[in-house]
C-alpha cells in the first residue's frame, strides 16, 4: 500500500547547521508531497508542498525536491535557526475513489531540536 | 478566516464513558478530514467527509466510533465506551475549493483512565 518512510530523529544541530530530512514514498500512482511542521503546543502547519515529479516546493529558507526517479522528498535548510525546533511530517496525498478524498499518508515524523 | 477550530482541546475521561468532539472547518471549506495521531507516530486517517456526506471510513474506526457532518459545516466525532487504546490526539482538517492543502485544527488530546 501507499506509505511514507522519513529518517529517525530526534536530529540536533547547532544554529546556522545545515538540514537534511530525508523521506521517501511508496505509492501507487502519482502523489502530491508535503512537508508539514508541529511546533510545541501547536497544531500542523503546512510547511511546503510539491505536486509533480521535479517540482521544488520552498519556504521559510526550505526546501524540498520531488523526485521521481528515486521516490523520494528530503527537506533541507541551509542554516537553521532554534526557531526552527519543531517536529516535521512528510506526507502524501493520492486521489483516492470516494468523491475527490485526498486523504493524507503520513511519515513518523522527525523532531528537531536546534542549539543555539 | 479564522482557521480550524477545535473543542475541547483537552479530555479525560474513565474507560466506558462516552465521548463526544467538535470541529469546526474554515467556512466554506466542503471537505473535512479527521485523523488520529497518538506519541511518535504520523497522524493516521479515521474518516473524510465531502459536505455533509462521509465518504470514507478507515479499517481503524471501529463500530465504537461515530463522525457527523449534519448541515455539511461543522462536524463531530463520538466515541463509545471507551477505552485505554483510544487515548490519542484527535485532529481535524479542512480543505476548500480545487486546492489539496489541508489546514489543521490544533487537536482534541483524548487520555482515557
Known amino acids: 500500500g501507499d506509505s511514507v518512510t522519513q529518517m529517525e530523529g530526534p536530529v540536533t544541530l547547532s544554529e546556522e547547521a545545515f538540514l537534511t530530512i530525508n523521506c521517501t514514498y511508496t505509492?501507487?500512482?502519482?502523489?502530491?508531497l508535503f512537508w508539514y511542521v508541529q511546533y510545541p503546543g501547536e497544531g500542523l502547519q503546512l510547511l511546503l508542498k510539491a505536486t509533480k515529479a521535479d517540482d521544488k516546493g520552498s519556504n521559510k529558507g526550505f526546501e524540498a525536491t520531488y523526485r521521481k526517479e528515486t521516490t523520494s522528498f528530503h527537506l533541507e535548510k541551509g542554516s537553521v535557526q532554534v526557531s526552527d525546533s519543531a517536529v516535521y511530517f512528510c506526507?502524501?496525498?493520492?486521489?483516492?475513489?470516494?468523491?475527490?478524498?485526498?486523504?493524507?499518508?503520513w511519515g513518523l515524523g522527525t523532531s528537531l531540536a536546534v542549539n543555539p | 478566516d479564522t482557521g480550524v477550530s477545535q473543542d475541547p482541546r483537552h479530555k479525560i475521561t474513565k474507560r466506558g464513558q462516552n465521548v463526544t468532539f467538535r470541529c469546526d472547518p474554515i467556512s466554506e471549506h466542503n471537505r473535512l478530514y479527521w485523523y488520529r495521531q497518538t506519541l511518535g507516530q504520523g497522524p493516521e486517517f479515521l474518516t473524510y467527509f465531502q459536505n455533509e456526506a462521509q465518504l470514507e471510513k478507515s479499517r481503524l474506526l471501529s463500530d465504537r466510533f461515530s463522525a457527523e457532518r449534519p448541515k455539511g459545516s461543522f462536524s463531530t466525532l463520538e466515541i463509545q465506551r471507551t477505552e485505554q487504546g483510544d487515548s490519542a490526539m484527535y485532529l481535524c482538517?479542512?480543505?476548500?475549493?480545487?486546492?489539496?492543502?489541508?489546514?489543521f485544527g490544533p487537536g482534541t488530546r483524548l487520555l482515557v483512565l
Open positions: 482538517a479542512s480543505v476548500g475549493g480545487r486546492v489539496e492543502t489541508q489546514y
Open positions: 506526507a502524501l496525498s493520492l486521489h483516492y475513489n470516494a468523491g475527490n478524498n485526498r486523504k493524507l499518508i
Open positions: 505509492a501507487t500512482g502519482y502523489p502530491s
